[in-house]
């Protein structure tokens, strides 16, 4: 899988958006780009994931740039409780698919 | 409730104590990995499993074995357990290779 990298850390205060970019420039035309994030010392939970096209849900919007090199999570309103650690991971469908790589991720702190 | 579920929730043993953590999930998830997490370094993933009798090596196995005889079930054994195995230690499952993850609510495992 590609590696990625991310800041280290952000602030946002609470109610505006909150942009957390992701870099991964040797990512391969069939992998995906992953948004987890962790809350403390909980299990990561699955944010959205994209190929190519942006992607919306209930969490979060996803934006791939055109070349795919890069992508940005953005929570739209944060609040007080998306503080945590994001991660952004590339994972694929090709034999060395089962290995999966996170690294440090981006601490995200909301501010009042 | 569709989870992925792990135990113990916390352990405390001694060096050379066989222990054996469990993980169990009722997806029907073809994929199954574990993870440690250490204070600075994300998560690293010790092995993996694409499926029933399929295991491979991930970033940091030494220390560790794994089986998958069915599919819900992977348990990791730590054979003779030491100091530099304590860490947060966490399950996931994917219906397949490369799709996203599922991760349990983790173990913590503290060798003396």
């Known amino acids: 899988d590609a590696k990625t990298t991310q800041p280290t850390s952000m602030d946002c205060a609470e109610g505006r958006a909150a942009n957390l970019p992701c870099n991964h420039s040797?990512?391969?035309?069939?992998?995906?780009v992953y948004w987890y994030r962790q809350i403390h010392s909980q299990g990561p939970q699955y944010i959205i994931h994209?190929?190519?096209n942006n992607e919306t849900n209930e969490m979060a919007s996803l934006i791939i740039t055109e070349d795919r090199k890069s992508s940005t999570l953005i929570l739209p309103h944060a609040t007080l409780r998306d503080t945590a650690v994001y991660y952004c991971?590339?994972?694929?469908?090709?034999?060395?698919?089962?290995?999966?790589?996170f690294g440090d991720g981006t601490t995200l702190t909301v501010k009042p | 409730e569709a989870q992925v579920t792990q135990n113990p929730r916390y352990l405390i043993t001694v060096t050379g104590k066989k222990l054996t953590v469990t993980c169990s999930q009722n997806?029907?998830?073809?994929?199954m990995s574990w993870y440690r997490q250490d204070p600075g370094l994300g998560l690293r993933q010790i092995y993996y499993s694409m499926n029933v009798e399929v295991t491979d090596k991930g970033d940091v196995p030494e220390g560790y074995k794994v089986s998958r005889k069915e599919k819900r079930n992977f348990p990791l054994i730590l054979e003779s357990p030491s100091p530099n195995q304590t860490s947060l230690y966490f399950c996931a499952s994917a219906r397949r290779r490369g799709e996203k993850l599922f991760f349990g609510s983790g173990t913590q495992l503290s060798v003396l």
């Open positions: 040797t990512i391969s035309g069939n992998e995906y």
């Open positions: 991971i590339v994972r694929g469908f090709n034999t060395n698919a089962g290995k999966s790589t």
């Open positions: 997806m029907n998830h073809e994929y």
């Open positions: 994209g190929l190519k």
